[in-house]
Nanobody
Framework: QVQLVESGGGLVQAGGSLRLSCAAS????????MGWLRQAPGKERDFVAA????????YYADSVEGRFTISRDNAKNTVYLQMNSLKPEDTAVYYC?????????????????WGQGTQVTVSS
C-alpha cells in the first residue's frame, strides 16, 4: 500500500503563498490519481484539487480555482499543491489522498489511503 506524508504547511498572512508536498512510498504511485482535500474545524472534509495519474487532467474546487495549482512528479513519487493569494477561509488541515486508478475524481468518498495531514493557517 502507498504511504503518504504531507509537508509544507504553516502560518501565513492573507495574500501569501504556501507550497504543500506529499511524498509517497511504493512503486504503484504513478498508477493512481491523487488529490488534496481539507478539513476546517467543525466542518466536513472537502475536496480541493485532483490530478490524474499522468498529470494530464486536473480539477479544482470553485473556491480555489485560479489560486491553487496541483501538480505531480511521478519520478519523485510526489504530488504538490501550490497555494497563492491565500485567504483566512483557506485555514484547515490539508490532506493528500490516493484516488482511483488513473482517473481523477472530485468525490471525497472515492479517496482512500490518506496522509496524516498538514495544518495551514492564514491570518487576516
Amino acid at each position: 500500500q502507498v504511504q503518504l506524508v504531507e509537508s509544507g504547511g504553516g502560518l501565513v498572512q492573507a495574500g501569501g503563498s504556501l507550497r504543500l508536498s506529499c511524498a509517497a512510498s511504493g512503486r504503484t504511485f504513478s498508477r493512481y490519481a491523487m488529490g488534496w482535500l481539507r478539513q476546517a474545524p467543525g466542518k466536513e472534509r472537502d475536496f480541493v484539487a485532483a490530478i490524474s495519474w499522468g498529470g494530464g487532467s486536473t480539477y479544482y474546487a470553485d473556491s480555489v480555482e485560479g489560486r491553487f495549482t496541483i501538480s505531480r512528479d511521478n519520478a519523485k513519487n510526489t504530488v504538490y499543491l501550490q497555494m497563492n493569494s491565500l485567504k483566512p477561509e483557506d485555514t484547515a488541515v490539508y490532506y493528500c489522498a490516493q484516488g482511483p486508478l488513473l482517473r481523477a475524481t472530485t468525490k471525497v468518498n472515492e479517496y482512500d489511503n490518506w496522509g496524516q495531514g498538514t495544518q495551514v493557517t492564514v491570518s487576516s
